[in-house]
């Protein structure tokens, strides 16, 4: 069935918009637009109406002024309407009237768009756009697809592989879901080099939120102050089709805290390994003024050759960055992840230094030989008494195979007081590196190479 949609208010008032089955429109001020309302408080593509067999659904295309259904604001994604919306663009106001019969819709103003009715036409074969596979008309009928803002269709058999819009972010081609998370979700693309990427998207309820759009966009302003080896590269920022974006270097690795959900207690050696980059890592955000706040096993990447990979800059901050930077961290607020969080930056991040950093990254250590976090009790209350009062188990009593060496630089690295710490990440990256060939010394001793 067709469906009409009215103008009830704006440039176009009283004209109708009816769709045909299976027929999208782009609405627009444009001269490219396929319902186009001369309206300047409109974008030039502003919104896409499609009548599938799920029904009428809407999509915003980035407009600046964005779309609104029943007052309340459209994403980029597709969304379902009913007889008896309002669907506001600018000065312009849309009501969907209803679904149309064939003889009724043939009796209304003009046919779809104001054109004549169109005279019945054989039904053309679509594809998947991922498998290529024939969608049938009783899949169609079904709704047993989606169509992403560029017309493309998935079949359901695709829908659990490619449940995204792969051409959400303009000038990068989305090929699957990594993962997601509190502020957004992030997806594997191709950029327009051919590049892979990591794109990280801000979730649509947060993006009404200017402190938190600008704490998104920190996060790269702040990870692109320092290049290391050890540090996830950030390649571009920013917003496309209303979706705020961050891309960054795609790592084909695993996260530390997957490999201890694996493996239960990782080898002494490759924790060494890790922990040693991730020390020469800070050294140089020490270097750079530059303080994470959120290190722990999920916020490190290790590839298949062991290179190590910090990740998530949210939380970093800079030492010399503005005050309106720094107010968006409120004085009093604690951020990180407790399980790892130093004394100092339970009641004030603010003030946390890179000495912070280095007890962080000393827990992680910890939960890497040990396969359980330094303190993991069951109230944030006892959490926070822990953490200020006490040390965490012995490591050797926890792990007997680590080396008494070992043991005495995470309880130095976690010291309470931020003064009995390393005072530098490169005087860890030094102990931790002497221990290193050490043991490399002996293994190679035992097994008779000189």
Known sequence: MRVALRLVRGARAGESIVLEDNQTVVVGRGSDAGFRIPDPSISRKHCQLSNTPRGLLLADLGSSNGTYVNGQQAGPGWRGLRPGDRIVLGQNELLVVGYERQAAAQRSAGGPL??????????????????????????????????DTGGRLTCAACLQRFDFDPNLIEGYRIEKKLGQGAFGEVYKAIDGRGRPVALKTLRPQLAENEKDVARFFREAETAR????????AIYDAGASRGVHYIAMEYIDGAEVSKLIERYGRLDVGYSLRVV???????????????????????????????????????????????????????????????????????????????????????????????????????????????????????????????????????????????????????????????????????????????
């Open 276 to 450: 040693i980059q991730l020390a020469d890592a800070l050294q140089h955000l020490y270097q750079h003024s530059v303080i994470h706040r959120d290190i722990k096993p999920e916020n490190i990447m290790v590839t298949s050759t062991c290179l190590a990979k910090l990740v998530d800059f949210g939380l970093a901050k800079s030492v010399d960055e503005s005050d309106s930077a720094v107010e968006l961290t409120m004085a009093g607020e604690g951020m990180g992840t407790l399980a790892y969080m130093p004394p100092e930056q339970l009641d004030d991040a603010v003030n946390a230094d890179h000495r912070s950093d280095i007890y962080a990254l000393g827990a992680t250590l910890y939960h890497m030989l040990s396969g359980q976090r330094p303190f993991n009790e069951k109230t944030t209350r006892s959490f926070i008494l822990k953490i200020l009062r006490e040390m965490p188990p012995p490591l050797r009593q926890v792990s007997p195979q680590v080396p008494p060496a070992l043991e005495e630089i995470v309880s130095k690295a976690m010291s309470k007081k931020p003064e009995d710490r390393y005072q530098e990440p490169r005087e860890l990256h030094a102990d931790l590196s002497r221990l290193f060939h050490q043991l490399a010394a002996e293994f190679a001793s035992r097994s008779g190479e000189h």
């Open 114 to 147: 104001g054109a004549p009715a169109p005279q019945p036409q054989a039904q053309r074969q679509v594809r998947c756009a991922h498998c290529t596979r024939p969608i049938s008309p009783a899949e169609l009928h079904a709704g047993h697809y989606r169509q």
């Open 225 to 232: 102050k320092v290049t290391h080896p050890s540090v996830i």
